[in-house]
């Protein structure tokens, strides 16, 4: 196998690992939004606990990425490739850190009443992950069309997310006994807020690989 085949071989795997990794942050996310709705703390806690595998996974690309760097020493298109799938890694990474997160608002809320059905944060969250899934695939083929599409979403969650914090504090007065179940549910809104800024991260950082230049797709 010539250098460049070889190059592009463990190129293809970081990115494979990088999907892995992506997948196991989207299943965490939607199982921990499940275990707040179910109020199951069992599957909350074992959210938590199944978080390392996403954390081995990053440090598995870091290696990767430091090898394919010492050994090809890539320049120029080559050298942008392999820093943004780690700073992509990253993003993913901290996304499973915000199921863990959701998965503790679900333990602390614990087995109390709901004061109203869950529905506006799995809307959001459904938002959020599609945001995540476009904006890989934009990285996966290098679309930096799809990848500005996808970030334009982000304010649609913003705008919901805004909407559910007025409703949850307009809650605080009615519900006094359950100021803690509603500001859970506001960190939770966060959260999935969060997720959406990650993935539009990921997006912008889609357009620098494929044209060399930094987009606030936030602007």
Not at 50 to 74: F, T, Y
Request: hydrophobic content about 45%; aromatic content about 4%; glycine content about 2%.
């Amino acid at each position: 196998m010539n250098t460049r085949s070889n190059f592009d071989s463990n190129l293809m795997q970081l990115k494979e690992m990088l999907l892995e990794m992506a997948r196991k942050s989207e299943t965490s996310i939607k199982e921990a939004i499940a275990a707040l709705i179910n109020q199951d703390i069992e599957k909350a806690e074992a959210i938590i606990n199944g978080d390392d595998e996403i954390d081995q996974l990053e440090h598995d690309i870091n290696d990767k990425a430091i090898v394919l760097i010492a050994k090809e020493a890539p320049v120029a298109r080559d050298l942008r490739k392999i820093i943004v799938a780690l700073k992509i890694s990253s993003e993913v990474e901290r996304i499973g850190d915000l199921a863990v997160n959701i998965a503790k608002s679900a333990i602390h809320i614990g087995n109390e009443k709901h004061i109203k059905e869950i529905i506006d944060i799995p809307k959001m969250m459904d938002m959020a992950l599609e945001m995540l899934s476009e904006s890989l695939t934009a990285f996966y083929s290098e679309d930096t069309e799809l990848a500005k599409r996808c970030a334009e979403k982000d304010d649609k969650v913003d705008d919901m997310y805004g909407r559910l914090i007025r409703e949850l504090m307009g809650y605080l007065q009615q519900y006094p006994n359950n100021i803690n179940q509603i500001t859970q549910l506001a960190f939770v809104a966060r959260y999935i807020e969060r997720l959406a800024d990650h993935t539009t991260n990921i997006a912008e950082n889609v357009i620098f690989l494929v044209t060399g230049k930094r987009f606030d797709l936030n602007a």
